[in-house]
C-alpha cells in the first residue's frame, strides 16, 4: 500500500500544478450550493469554468 501511495504523490508532482485561490467565504458558498446542485464538486465547477471561458474565448479571436 505504501509503493502504491508513493506512485501516486510522485504522478501527482509530475503530472499536476497546484493553484492557490483565495476567495470569500460567501462566494465560496455559493459556489459550492451550485456545484452540488450540478451533482458536481467545487473542484470540479472551477475546472469546468476555466476550460468553457478558455475555449469561448479562443473562439473570439
Known amino acids: 500500500m505504501e509503493k502504491r501511495k508513493n506512485y501516486l504523490l510522485n504522478y501527482k508532482k509530475e ?3 497546484r493553484i492557490p485561490l483565495d476567495i470569500n467565504k460567501d462566494e465560496y458558498e455559493k459556489i459550492k450550493t451550485h456545484a452540488i446542485a450540478s451533482d458536481g464538486s467545487v ?10 471561458t478558455m475555449e469561448r474565448d479562443n473562439n473570439n479571436l
Do not use: D, P
Open 15 to 17: 503530472n499536476y500544478k
Open 43 to 52: 473542484n470540479g465547477f472551477i475546472k469546468r469554468a476555466i476550460k468553457e
